[in-house]
């Protein structure tokens, strides 16, 4: 079987990234990611697409660091042990972002060489009630999923539940994406926050979307699909914070099960997308897309009824590493 159609049977079985008005602005986020098979381009609907399914033959993923956390202090709080960062649950989106930022400037430069490989394994929950452009009804199975992409992003590979490694070279469409994800553009992109979302909102000027809504789009892909050097990770949460309408939860569960602090944004009034980051580490945990009201939705290819509490994409990022080849998970 050729790998194109091996991807497409792979894709076949998974959930469509979210429901579909983002659908224009999504197949151009994410043309990078050819593994998933050919582009489809769905009908531009009054419901947005989750990044979830498609991904799952595509991932990549922002950087997991384990840290020494060092104990806790007299209170009984958390030491982080790095000067700066203060102890206690983080309160804010702009807190979080700042603590973020403190921390990668702890951390050390990575220097990967180009011919090594970026890394990451990531869990996408399914529905047994099938798919339409999102989970067709409880999240009650799973799939895990594996990618690979060299430094300098020459070549790309993939496999799902540990079966046959699919390899291929990148094509130009994987170069003119955007946002583009190997590891050599993403060490060229700022660091500070205010420059880099007026970078992502001057590059996705384009998407039929409102601006707010095309960047908050743009830097959930990135921030999922991309192996992030720790200070680039920071900024971009530091930009999610700062667009409009993006708002700060305490807890939300990925769907491996563990809990973490969300920036998220509802559209549409109903679909609500949450980025989900571990609350110590600040290390990207997954993905959330819930309705958080009903909803009905009609277009080209038919009529959508979304139920309030409604999950329509959920994800988990497991584990991420540079490797030095395809195949290789440390």
Do not use: C
Request: charged letters at 25%.
């Amino acid at each position: 079987m050729s790998e194109l159609n091996t991807l497409r049977r792979m894709r076949a079985s998974l959930a469509e990234p979210e429901p579909m008005r983002l659908a224009a602005v999504r197949s151009r986020v994410t043309t990078r990611f050819d593994e998933r098979g050919p582009r489809v381009r769905l009908p531009r609907t009054g419901v947005r697409i989750v990044a979830v399914g498609a991904l799952a033959v595509t991932i990549a993923a922002g950087v997991t660091v384990a840290q020494n956390l060092g104990g806790v202090d007299e209170n009984g709080h958390r030491r982080t042990g790095i000067p700066g960062l203060p102890a206690g649950p983080v309160a804010s989106a702009a807190e979080l972002a700042h603590r973020a930022t403190v921390k990668a400037a702890s951390e050390p430069t990575w220097n990967p060489r180009p011919d090594q490989w970026t890394y990451v394994k990531e869990m996408l929950a399914t529905s047994s009630a099938g798919t339409a452009g999102s989970l067709a009804g409880r999240p009650d199975r799973r799939i895990t999923a594996e990618r690979w992409i060299r430094v300098d992003g020459m070549q790309r590979a993939a496999r799902e539940n540990g079966g046959r490694l699919e390899s291929r070279p990148t094509t130009p469409m994987d170069r003119s994406a955007v946002p583009r994800t190997d590891y050599t553009y993403l060490r060229s992109l700022p660091t500070d926050p205010k420059a880099l979302l007026a970078l992502v909102y001057k590059e996705s000027a384009s998407f039929p979307l409102s601006r707010d809504t095309a960047a908050f789009t743009v830097i959930q892909d990135l921030i999922r699909n991309s192996v992030l050097p720790p200070k680039l990770r920071a900024a971009l949460y530091g930009a999610l914070a700062a667009i409009p309408g993006v708002h700060f939860a305490k807890d939300v569960t990925d769907v491996a099960g563990r809990h973490g602090v969300a920036l998220y944004r509802i559209d549409e009034g109903y679909l609500r997308t949450d980025v989900i980051i571990d609350p110590t580490t600040y290390a990207y945990l997954g993905h959330r897309a819930i309705a958080v009201k009903d909803h009905t939705s009609t277009g080209g290819d038919g009529t959508a009824h979304f139920a309030k509490g409604q999950i329509l994409g959920w994800s988990a990022q497991l584990a991420t590493a540079i490797v030095d080849r395809q195949g290789a998970h440390r």
